[in-house]
């Protein structure tokens, strides 16, 4: 008997065993990522597209979580940008030193519940403000005007605008702003004094203010006005994407519809944009601004690698602005040797081929009041390289395993 039982655990034991070692363990995807530069690289996004790792289920895509190489739990996003309920990516971010590279697990298993980041990226309309649009993450914030903030104008009512450049707000604080700035200056502290957290001291008006665009028409520059729609397509932690929409206007004999696509990532003091016309006929040149102002600043400039800096007091300190771009479709860049009375024209002018009728590019600032940046040749350095890493993306390959 005692034979029996010990014989019936032994099997148990063996058959357990068995199944156990033929029941395959969670689905892993090796993530291998290179930094092929000679420049090291802090917050660094790394895209992972779904459709690259199909033996996850849609399903489980709430579940996928990276692990570094100490088996840590990264922080990711998952991105829906066709908004059709299904993501599409996963993304992360990273470092690297110059030409290193690193392992990284994409798995999945039980969200455990964490802290939400002090840190990140987040983007809304403002009704409360008219119909401002504003987006930010922990380096830079930034705003543009909708259709009420036009309509006032037009009906000669104080604080309205048209304009479609894109206004500063210069933050010295690592965390969100905008809703505390939006919400003090409506209980009577402005957010165009510094209080210890930033200010918006920069002047947009009917600039191009910090990378606003015009097509470029038989030399001639035509703007849009405030935009008329906007949706949100991802908002934080790491990465927040919207979309506005402009009121067609008339280039050329023909109607010209306009919607911009803009993205800003965690870190980063440049936001991307991607710009997309509705035309008949397709258009051919388009620019991209940067306010000029009392026009005291300095320039610099690089065709052959696609950038243009912008450095100029401000406030009580020192502001930089640029445009990055690819420079195979950068035709020129233009600095008015005078200002006009017209400000709309006051502006640095990135001069972008247009395919398809769609172009893209990156615009942004650096304060020096705010710690990064404390001269023009330090915010310089950044833009330079800023384009390096465009044109040099980080290498990824993925292995099942």
Not at 144 to 161: A, D, F, K, S, W
């Amino acid at each position: 008997m005692l034979y029996r039982i010990h014989f019936l655990s032994k099997s148990f034991f063996l058959m357990s065993v068995f199944i156990f070692s033929c029941n395959p363990g969670p689905t892993s995807y090796k993530i291998l990522t290179i930094n092929r530069s000679k420049s090291a690289r802090t917050s660094e996004t790394i895209e992972i597209a779904l459709s690259d790792v199909p033996n996850f289920f849609k399903s489980n895509y709430d579940n996928l979580v990276v692990m570094n190489r100490n088996g840590e739990e990264l922080l990711v996003q998952h991105l829906d940008i066709d908004q059709d309920s299904i993501y599409d990516h996963i993304i992360f971010q990273t470092y690297f030193e110059p030409n290193e590279s690193k392992e990284f697990t994409l798995t999945t298993r039980k969200k455990i519940p964490r802290e939400e980041p002090k840190q990140y990226t987040f983007c809304r309309i403002v009704p409360e403000r008219m119909d401002d649009f504003a987006w930010e993450n922990d380096k830079v914030a930034f705003r543009t005007y909708g259709p009420e903030c036009q309509r006032l104008y037009e009906e000669e009512i104080p604080g309205g605008l048209i304009s479609s450049g894109i206004d500063v707000w210069t933050k010295r604080v690592d965390y969100p702003i905008i809703n505390k700035w939006y919400k003090d200056d409506k209980n009577g502290k402005s957010y165009h004094q510094d209080h210890g957290e930033g200010l918006d001291a920069y002047h947009v008006g009917t600039t191009r203010g910090c990378g606003g665009t015009a097509i470029l028409q038989n030399e001639d520059f035509i703007l849009s006005k405030n935009f008329i729609s906007w949706k949100i397509l991802t908002n934080g932690p790491i990465r927040s994407v919207f979309e506005l929409e402009y009121a067609p206007i008339e280039v050329g004999g023909q109607s010209v519809g306009e919607k911009k696509r803009i993205t800003l990532n965690l870190g980063s003091n440049l936001y991307h944009c991607k710009v997309f016309y509705d035309s008949k006929e397709p258009l051919n040149s388009a620019a991209i601004g940067l306010a000029l102002h009392e026009g005291k600043g300095t320039v610099n400039q690089n065709m052959e690698k696609g950038w243009v800096t912008h450095w100029e007091a401000y406030d009580d300190s020192e502001l930089g602005t640029a445009i990055v771009l690819d420079p195979e479709i950068l035709e020129a860049i233009q600095i008015n040797d005078t200002l006009a009375k017209d400000e709309r024209f006051n502006n640095i002018w990135a001069i972008t081929n247009v395919k398809q009728n769609t172009f893209s590019y990156w615009a942004g600032f650096g304060w020096k009041k705010s710690g990064h940046f404390n001269s023009q040749e330090e915010w310089k350095k950044y833009v330079k390289k800023e384009a390096l890493k465009k044109n040099i993306p980080i290498q990824i390959k993925i292995t099942k395993g």
